[in-house]
């Protein structure tokens, strides 16, 4: 297949320029549903294909990232009807119908570092499996390494991340050490295709883990499909007994990252939302942020299946917040810092500056544009709020970026956010569920 030269797919919004948001006339009350989580959405897919067979998935996140992994499971053969967030999987049991074939990730970190395992433990085949410019940025050698200790036969493209070479022959097992410190992904990836592999496989962390709720959030969906995992309780090694997948009905979780920009609308514009669909018996770190909003000054109502937010529009600061755990919202709070009446520094989160943009520059960028003095440090930044100015935000087709700084908008009339399809990426209907909640929004 010929690469295409962007991630959007066709469960993407129509392409704009640019959109330009104005704060409500008032305080905000309302209720939101939001979309299914991206991670286990994804994850949920690639087991459900490998799995032996038929799996019924509820709760479907229909995105840009997802929509990849639908169609490069496809390509592979496997049976995949989706209706709305419902999705019907005919698994393959590990033996992928279509042994050769051209496979295209978009800027999904999913897709490219859970796949090539998967691939890669299928007794034969050979693939190549390609994403867009800035996933090809992306690193991937830590997965490659792990899975060619394992056995597996994958090669790096010249930078040594995609595009990925995979062939089939199944993977030896054994024990492999890989670091952490990066992306939890690698050891999700690893993690996945374990199962598959002939002999009992043991991952060892050689450093610390950043974001290890997620890896939490893999070897559950895994056991759900009945894998057989032993962890410490440090997750600093993983034991996981050779075996197949077996098919499973499964609801998934609404996702907590996107719930939280919701919530801070509360506690940037004044009002209330409360997101009906995630709460605190959810694994997802990002649930936590709650936690933050609450210390800059937010008052937070938590049951085990919602979240809810109010907030004055007058935001406290003067803290700083590890945001390790839950770094996807780390421009977040950046943005909220904006807002608020003193200093905030995020630590944490030296890994964000290789996500789909360097995060902490592209953060310094645009409110250094608006009239904030951003400091950058090694594992995070300091926010010195000010006043604002008007603006145009460009967010390097990150889509955490676009969706975090649209908070502004709420408080800082006419910000313009070039690019705003890039919430695709993740949740489609984002400016969308903005208005609904009184934000007005216009396309341009």
């Not at 490069?72 to 992928?96: A, F, K, P, Q, Y």
Request: with cysteine; net charge neutral.
């Amino acid at each position: 297949m010929r690469r295409p030269s962007s991630g959007r797919s066709p469960w993407a919004p129509p392409h704009h320029r640019a959109v330009v948001i104005h704060p409500p006339t008032g305080p905000i009350d309302g209720r939101v549903t939001v979309p299914g989580s991206k991670s286990l959405t994804n994850r949920a897919l690639l087991l459900a294909a490998v799995a032996e067979g038929r799996s019924r998935l509820e709760g479907v996140l229909r995105a840009d990232d997802t929509y990849w992994c639908v169609d490069g499971l496809r390509r592979l053969g496997v049976s995949i009807t989706v209706e709305g967030d419902g999705v019907t999987v005919d698994g393959c049991g590990g033996r992928w119908p279509v042994q050769e074939a051209e496979l295209f990730a978009g800027s999904a970190g999913t897709v490219a570092r859970f796949l090539p395992g998967l691939l890669a433990a299928g007794p034969e085949g050979c693939w190549r499996l390609d994403g867009t410019d800035q996933l090809r940025s992306r690193p991937l050698a830590p997965l490659v390494e792990g899975l060619q200790q394992l056995g597996g036969r994958v090669a790096a493209g010249p930078g040594g991340g995609l595009p990925l070479e995979i062939r089939g022959g199944g993977l030896r097992g054994g024990r492999v050490r890989i670091p952490g410190s990066t992306s939890s992904q690698f050891l999700s990836g690893l993690l996945l295709a374990a199962p598959l592999a002939r002999e009992p496989v043991i991952l060892e962390l050689a450093d610390h883990l950043v974001q290890p709720a997620y890896v939490a959030m893999t070897v559950e969906l895994m056991r759900s499909f009945g894998a057989r995992v032993e962890q410490a309780p440090d997750l600093s090694w993983f034991r996981v007994e050779p075996g197949p997948y077996r098919a499973v009905d499964h609801v998934l979780e609404a996702d907590a990252s996107t719930a939280g920009y919701f919530l801070a609308l509360a506690a940037a514009v004044g009002g209330r939302v409360r997101v009906a669909n995630v709460g605190t018996a959810s694994l997802q770190p990002d649930v936590r942020l709650v936690d933050v909003l609450e210390r800059m000054g937010a008052r937070v109502t938590r049951g085990p299946g919602f979240l809810q937010v109010e907030g004055t529009g007058r935001l406290r600061g003067g803290f700083t917040v590890d945001m390790r755990p839950m770094s996807d919202q780390a421009l977040t709070v950046g943005v909220l810092a904006a807002l608020a009446d003193g200093p905030v520094t995020v630590t944490g989160v030296g890994h964000i500056r290789r996500h789909e943009s360097d995060r902490i520059a592209v953060l310094r960028a645009n409110l250094g544009n608006l009239g904030i003095r951003v400091d950058e440090h090694p594992d995070g930044f300091t926010v010195h709020p000010g006043a604002l100015k008007p603006g145009t935000v460009d967010p390097q087709d990150d889509h955490r970026v676009a969706m975090a700084f649209a908070l502004l908008g709420s408080r800082l009339p006419g910000l313009r956010i070039l690019d705003p399809a890039c919430v695709a990426k993740t949740c489609p209907a984002y400016f969308e569920i903005l208005a609904g909640l009184g934000v007005p929004v216009a396309f341009a």
